[in-house]
T-cell receptor, first 113, second 115 residues
């Protein structure tokens, strides 16, 4: 298994631009999570899906952030418009909901200038 | 609500020393899962171990060992004979078992192992 695949690995964009982060979970996993890591706030959960349905998006910082999971093998996290304070590493993780083990992707390092 | 506390922000040791990373958790769930992840300088999050709340048996894997004590709500991680490659940030995490539960992370402990 290739693990959780995230793209791009690095993204540099200008303030105001739209940014889309992508994630392919492990085949067979039915839960998907988006986390953000910053020095100030550590690892924080933004949103998670179970069977492609958003279950808890209370961690999404504001309306500029949106996430979708159109099918079991793909999810996107979109920021529009992006701001410098969105600069962080964004991780995607997947799991079998009742197994408790989470596998993380390599992350996307986002820099908004 | 779930909470994980890693009071040690940074630990520095010399190679071959033993080191213990502390983790204290809070949960109201009777069933829960505890995890340790390693984040090396390259940035990825590497799964190390998962422990179920109903299994208090300690575990050893090579130079790594974990001490789970429900009485003190602790799940400590010990590295024996540390090596430079062990230098990383280590995160303890907790997942409850009520409904759809998210994984809650501690703030991490940075371990620096010098030659």
């Amino acid at each position: 298994d290739a693990g959780v695949i995230q793209s791009p690995r690095h993204e540099v964009t200008e303030m105001g631009q739209e940014v889309t982060l992508r994630c392919k979970p492990i085949s067979g996993h039915n839960s998907l999570f988006w986390y953000r890591q910053t020095m100030m706030r550590g690892l924080e959960l933004l949103i998670y899906f179970n069977n492609n349905v958003p279950i808890d998006d209370s961690g999404m910082p504001e309306d500029r952030f949106s996430a979708k999971m159109p099918n079991a093998s793909f999810s996107t996290l979109k920021i529009q418009p992006s701001e410098p304070r969105d600069s962080a590493v964004y991780f995607c993780a997947s799991s079998l909901a009742d197994r408790g083990g989470y596998t993380f992707g390599s992350g996307t390092r986002l820099t908004v200038v | 609500a779930q909470k994980v506390t890693q009071a040690q922000t940074e630990i520095s040791v010399v190679e071959k020393e033993d080191v213990t990373l502390d983790c204290v958790y809070e949960t109201r769930d009777t069933t829960y899962y505890l995890f340790w992840y390693k984040q090396p300088p390259s940035g990825e999050l590497v799964f190390l171990i998962r422990r179920n709340s109903f299994d208090e048996q300690n575990e050893i894997s090579g130079r790594y060992s974990w001490n789970f004590q429900k009485s003190t709500s602790s799940f400590n991680f010990t590295i024996t004979a540390s090596q430079v490659v062990d230098s990383a940030v280590y995160f303890c995490a907790l997942r409850g078992d009520t409904g759809f539960q998210k994984l809650v992370f501690g703030t991490g402990t940075r371990l620096l192992v010098s030659p």
